[in-house]
């Protein structure tokens, strides 16, 4: 997928997004994204997981257009790919389902990140100096209205946008994952 257009699947339906919101799916996801296409023995090898297990869940994502069947090298192998870099959704539905079903997905993602951090400080001393420099966590309070904060989000996109790009990685270069969290905060009161 490294050499194609970047390419985003949108979910609009409330069952896709609680679908899409598995731990095991979004790790699948994930995993198929950066590393290609893998069959579900490799996919549960990889994850600590089952077969079995793995395969009912590729399926699961294949209903929804996040994944699907790659060309296979020999009649036995039958491998998944992902079908897109992305997957985006609406938040701001007024619809009470998909609102729903779009914060358990966006805590499912969150879940997600916490656990990747936590597994992170526990080997970050393993890291070399220049590693530990460079990764770490902080935060900024800002003050903006909701359309200067679309243009913020933009803009960081656009500033991590040539990163995304695998056929121009620079050499010493390894995945870093991004978060970015707008959360408003209680302008009186606890943080």
Known sequence: MASEERKTVRLDDPRALRAYAHPLRLSLIGMLRRNGPMTATQCA???DENVP???FHLRQLAKYGLVERAPAADG???PWQATATSTSWTDDSDDPDMRAAADQLNAAILRQYMRRAEAYLAVRGEESVGWRTAAGF?????YVTAEQLVTLTEQVEALLAPYRDETTRAEGSRPVTVVQMAIPTPEHGAP
Do not use: K, P, Q, Y
Request: hydrophobic share 45%.
């Open 138 to 142: 902080g935060d900024v309070m800002i």
């Open 53 to 55: 297990n793995c395969s």
């Open 45 to 47: 090898a990889a994850l």
């Open 76 to 78: 036995r192998e039958r």
